[in-house]
């Protein structure tokens, strides 16, 4: 039997080419994010082996929020700069160097900000005796106007040593000439990394005397735990010591749960794209299996048992399942690779090691067989319950099996996901609102493919209609798709799925779209809006610059960090109390945020009052790096301009976390009354023009580029889903290729009575795009329906305003019908290629 | 030439293949259709009975001589021509798989001239259809209809465009006896009351006998003619041809 099955393999390769395919894409998918997760893995934990070599570290001994700087993990209360003396005077102790860094912003040769896809920009203290930094040329800069740059880093900003440029540090500008080279150990993932002499990076870094981190380096024949034995008792209760190894560990294992977050996110994708492949494989084996059945009954009727018809048509999706997952492998790593080279010329480095292990290689295959097996099974089953008796009859007919017991599944799981989904509408706001939506949708969207048999035929006998005064054409496309609804469902169900999601996201960000723009223009009253990119901030000096001039009436900053709230990690922002009404106007649902603030008290969002139990007048305990202060929530606003649940006065904010750790992305500037608002913007431009990354928009452009923001996140929300779309259409070709094979007596019987080969190619073009357009139709109706309730479940984390994009979805529709006709070219040639008399005397 | 011929084939050849393994399949065929008449090829298997009526109804090219149907000379036209030959002046029925499974009955009858983009004869449907009892079938789709009510479908589908020679292959190849008695006597009255020319090849002297006029082919050329041929007189004239009659292989 397994020879058999081979041959029926080799024999028909053709038929399983998209099979094979679509396994290999969505191999492809699974183990390029492995491969993508090992080499971003492998580049940041190098990054961590070069540049943190020392024996033991001196840090905080209280937790603080979230690190905002470097590779995630929790930030801690600060260390003073004090103890390094102490630190030097330990016996054993080789050298301590304080950890002097913030962020920095770098003015390449061509007048703009150097930066690399988005990586970070940083300035470190150089110190000679530091041994992760290697002078390669120039000297080292001795003084507060000179610099040193990293190799990369010198590479893209296109300067030279002797050079002079602008550099911001800790919010100030200033003139400075590039006097050496300095390699780091490693690749650094485009970071952007610039180098100033000690003294001025503590003046900067460490204004009050205070670090993150001290590095302590051993002298010979002194380990790592004798090094923290000797340590711990002299620097005091605020501080602790860990082994170099242990702070090594720490940062991989928090850079080892970004990957997996990231890692997982891909993964998703690459499931819905196995999954969707899923259906092209099912559909071929069901098509094999039922072409066959006369063979299968012969292999029965000479006594193959079930077991062994069962056996042999499995084993022929392990060898789809195998060649399709080995193809995608090496496809999945050269792609990788591809994107290695694309992010190298773009200026971000990744470690050369070939990210290929065992791990991938062996789930990678695993899952591309497991795939094809599942979805093989079914009509594996099938093909076992052939009687042999249909050896022995002329006329192989297949009852279509009733479509019953699918629908009543279907209308369960569609009754179910529904029921949920209104119980999260109901009760909306309540974390578990959210799960039940989830679920919901995913049961609306299994019980939709459950029924679409049964949809399929009543749907497509409607659209077809529109196909009918194109005789014959459109009354045997529409027959044909019809004919087994089953196979068109299947079909289209690929389609529907990814569309379900495209419609999805398409009304999710529009949603988005008009929600900020509300927000924006509801209580958002600045005239301009200064904005900083991601991973940068407004610079303090540009702050003042603004604020220095005649028309500006007020510039408000908006300062975010986190911090640790009643135990718990939370995003708070920081402003001034002036500008509650000046620059925003906020809901107070209980309190006032202005006299709030102006008191030195906070106030925390409805939201988050609900979910942490605060209530007006509690006392909450706030905890930063630079220290911990209780304050009394004064209000409770309801306010999605704010996205953050915790509002404090400017100056808390800076008494518990240092300036340089505060992100400041967007700055309200209001303009004295009279004054004209051209003239203004131009000043204000002018102003912020040598700080390089500060942009100066009006009110509207500030909502166009949040709306940007989210059509960037759209993009790619497309681009990922895009490769199911494209197996989908894979599936389109290989249902019509294999129904042409199967029909090949047929048409040769329509082509005898006088069909032409345009009237051949534009059935089976019209049977193309029915599917296309049902699956289309279907996929955006469950799409945009499941997104139309998400104003209703999360109109509290500011998602209020539905807007459902319907010129996107009707370019969507269109997109279908292109598609349609695409995926037909190729099957509609082949069946009007076929030999009129061959095609009537086929078996 | 004279109108009574609706389709003659000259010096018809037919080679499969080449070089030593090569089969003559036709080897110099002349024929004349007679209008108005119901024609049956008969033949051993290989003797190129079923060649010739696919080099007549232009389904295959000789590979030389000449054929010409209704005044078009079939043998040189290309795909196109072939195509919109088939439409028109040429009805088909085949032993088997001859109707479209996703029409009704009704929508096979008419699919030449929907192809066509022709309007549907009322009246001559409507004859047609009575004639072979089918008027309360049109709804059905072919999986609804036994196995003599597709062939009569077929029948009715080769009809209704008032084709110049309806060529049948095969007929009655599945059929019971009495189904196939009703559809040998429709082809034949189709021939007698609407004046249509039918060619049909056949291996049965039964079906023979309703023909009016019978070819028989061995190795490749016409070798005997019947006219009016009866049963017996067909069984005696491939007896002589391949020694004692066959069974029904």
């Known amino acids: ?843 | 030439m004279t109108s009574s011929v609706i389709a003659y084939a000259r010096s018809l050849v037919k080679v499969y293949g080449e070089g030593p393994t090569a089969v003559r399949a036709l080897d110099g065929v002349d024929v004349d259709l007679v209008r108005g008449e119901l024609t049956a090829i008969m033949g051993a298997s290989g003797s190129g009975k079923s060649t010739l009526m696919h080099c007549l109804a232009g389904l295959d090219k000789p590979t030389s001589g000449s054929v010409v149907v209704d005044g078009e000379p079939v043998s040189e036209m290309s795909e196109r021509r072939l195509t919109k030959l088939r439409r028109t002046r040429v009805g088909f029925v085949f032993q088997a798989y001859n109707l479209v499974p996703t029409l009704t009955a009704l929508e096979n009858i008419t699919l030449p001239l929907d192809i066509a983009r022709r309007p549907v004869d009322a009246d001559h449907l409507d004859l047609v259809v009575r004639t072979l009892g089918l008027t309360d079938r049109l709804g059905h789709r072919p999986t609804e209809l036994s196995g003599g009510q597709q062939q009569r479908v077929a029948c009715a589908r080769a009809l209704v465009a008032r084709p110049a020679v309806v060529f049948a292959d095969e007929p009655t190849g599945n059929l019971d006896s009495t189904s196939a008695a009703e559809v040998l006597g429709f082809l034949r009255r189709s021939v007698d009351e609407l004046g249509q020319s039918v060619v049909m090849v056949t291996h049965d002297a039964t079906s023979a006998g309703y023909a009016h006029r019978v070819l028989f082919l061995a190795d490749g050329r016409v070798v005997d003619e019947l006219r009016e041929p009866t049963r017996a007189a067909v069984l005696e004239t491939l007896g002589a041809l391949t020694g004692p009659p066959r069974g029904s292989a």
Do not use: C
Not at chain 1, 741 to 759: D, K, S, Y
């Open chain 1, 1 to 843: 039997m397994g020879r058999v099955a081979l041959r029926g393999i080799r024999a028909h390769l053709v038929r399983f080419f998209l099979s094979v395919l679509a396994v290999a894409l969505g191999v492809a998918f699974v183990a390029g994010t492995f491969a993508l997760r090992t080499m971003l893995g492998s580049t940041f934990t190098d990054i961590v082996a070069t540049t943190t070599l020392g024996d033991a570290y001196v840090r905080g001994a209280h937790e603080a929020g979230a690190s905002t700087s470097g590779f995630g993990g929790v930030s801690r209360n600060l260390v003073p700069l004090d103890l390094v003396p102490t630190i030097e005077a330990v016996d054993g102790v080789e050298r301590a160097l304080p950890d002097l860094q913030g962020p920095a912003v770098l003015v390449g040769a061509d007048g703009t900000a150097v930066q690399s896809t988005q990586a970070p920009s940083f300035a470190f203290g150089y110190d000679a005796r530091d041994p992760a930094l290697h002078l390669v040329a120039g000297r080292a800069p001795a003084a507060a106007d000179e610099v040193a740059l990293e190799t990369a880093t010198l590479a893209s900003s296109g300067l030279a040593l002797g050079d002079t440029t602008r550099v911001v540090l800790a919010g100030e500008i200033r003139e400075v000439r590039v006097v050496g080279e300095v390699r780091l150990g490693s690749a650094l993932a485009g970071a952007t990394v610039v180098f100033v002499d000690t003294a001025t990076a503590e003046a900067l870094f460490a204004p009050d005397g205070e670090v993150a981190s001290i590095g302590v380096y051993a002298a010979d024949g002194v380990s790592q735990s004798d090094l923290v034995a000797r340590l711990a008792p002299v620097v005091g209760a605020d501080a602790q010591v860990v082994t170099g190894e242990q702070l090594r560990d720490e940062t991989t294992a928090a850079i080892e749960q970004v990957l997996g977050f990231i890692t997982t996110f891909l993964l998703v994708f690459a499931g819905i794209s196995l999954f969707v492949g899923a259906f092209i494989i099912a559909n071929t084996f069901s098509m094999w299996v039922r072409q066959r059945t006369r063979e299968l009954a012969l292999l029965r009727a000479v006594g193959a048992s079930p077991l062994q018809v069962f056996t042999s048509i499995v084993l022929q999706a392990v060898v789809v399942g195998l060649v399709g997952a080995g193809v995608g492998v090496v496809a999945g790593l050269g792609l990788v690779v591809v994107l290695r080279r694309v992010l190298a010329g773009l200026g971000m480095q990744l470690t050369g090691r070939i990210p290929l292990d065992g791990f991938t290689v062996l789930v990678s295959v695993l899952i591309g067989t497991l795939v094809s097996v599942a979805a093989a099974a079914v009509p594996a089953r099938r093909a076992a319950l052939v009687p042999p008796v249909e050896a022995l009859r002329d006329e192989v007919t297949v009852p279509e099996r009733s479509l019953r017991r699918r629908a009543v599944v279907g209308i369960v799981l569609l009754v179910l996901g529904i029921g949920a989904v209104a119980w999260a509408m109901a009760a909306p706001g309540a974390d578990a609102a959210g799960a039940r939506l989830g679920y919901g949708a995913g049961a609306v969207v299994l019980g939709v493919l459950a029924v679409s048999p049964v949809l399929a035929r009543a749907v497509l006998r409607v659209l077809g209609a529109v196909l009918l005064p194109l005789r014959p054409v459109g009354r045997l496309a529409r027959g044909n798709v019809t004919r087994n609804p089953r196979r068109t469902a299947n079909t289209a169900g690929a389609l529907m799925i990814g569309m379900a999601l495209v419609g999805a996201s398409a009304v999710i960000a529009s949603t988005a779209q008009a929600s900020t723009s509300a927000i924006v223009s509801k209580e958002a009253t600045a005239d301009f809006v200064l904005r900083a990119p991601p991973s940068s901030s407004v610079p303090a000096q540009a702050l003042d610059d603004v604020r220095a001039l005649p028309d500006v009436r007020a510039a408000d900053s908006f300062a975010s960090a986190a911090l640790r709230v009643d135990g718990s990690s939370t995003a708070v922002s920081g402003i001034d109390p002036a500008a509650v009404g000046r620059s925003i106007v906020v809901e107070d649902v209980a309190g006032s945020l202005a006299s709030a603030l102006a008191a030195g008290e906070i106030a925390v969002q409805r939201t988050a009052a609900d979910d942490r139990g605060w209530a007006l007048g509690d006392r909450v305990t706030l905890t930063g790096e630079s220290g911990t202060r209780t304050a009394r929530v004064g209000a409770i606003i309801d306010s999605p301009a704010f996205g953050v649940p915790v509002v404090v006065p400017a100056d808390l904010l800076s008494d518990l976390v240092p300036a340089a750790q505060q992100v400041v992305s967007t700055v309200f500037v209001t303009v004295v009354a009279g004054a004209a608002l051209d003239d203004v913007r131009a000043e204000l431009t002018a102003t912020v023009r040598p700080y390089v990354v500060v942009t100066v928009m009006d009110p509207e452009e500030f909502v166009s580029e949040l709306a940007d923001q989210v059509d960037q996140v759209l993009v790619i929300l497309y681009a990922l889903l895009g490769l199911s779309v494209v197996i989908a259409v894979l599936g389109i070709v290989n249902t019509l290729a294999l129904s042409v094979i199967e029909r090949t007596r047929e048409i040769g019987l329509l082509r005898a009575v006088g069909l032409g080969r345009l009237q051949l190619a534009s059935v089976i073009t019209a049977e193309s795009v029915l599917t296309a357009v049902f699956g289309t139709v279907v996929g955006l109706a469950v799409g945009v329906a499941l997104a139309s309730t998400l104003p209703t479940v999360f109109g509290d984390v500011g998602l209020r305003e539905l807007a459902v994009p319907w010129s996107s979805l009707l370019a969507m529709l269109a997109l279908a019908v292109v598609v349609g006709v695409l995926a037909a070219v190729g099957p509609g040639v082949r069946a009007a290629r076929l030999a009129v008399l061959q095609a009537v005397s086929t078996d």
